[in-house]
């Protein structure tokens, strides 16, 4: 997701979209180990960076995590 698009919701949802994520990163990584496919480090790569922006702008706002 683009910062800009994130800026749009709220708190809340953003640590909710952050649960999810965190879970799907989880998901991803299991698959790696398994079938060891190396396509879906990328995916794993733009989750990360995604919980990162949420995390930020969580901290800008100062919400608790």
């Known amino acids: 997701m683009k910062i ?4 749009s919701i709220s708190s809340e949802a953003l ?9 799907d990163a989880a998901i991803e ?3 790696i180990a398994t079938t060891g496919v190396a396509s879906k480090k990328v995916k794993i790569r ?5 919980i990162a922006k949420i ?4 901290n800008e706002r100062g919400a608790k995590v």
């Open 55 to 58: 995390l930020t702008l969580l």
């Open 46 to 50: 733009e989750i990360r960076r995604t």
């Open 4 to 7: 800009k698009e994130l800026r």
């Open 29 to 31: 990584r299991r698959k």
């Open 15 to 23: 640590t909710s979209k952050l649960s999810e994520l965190r879970l």
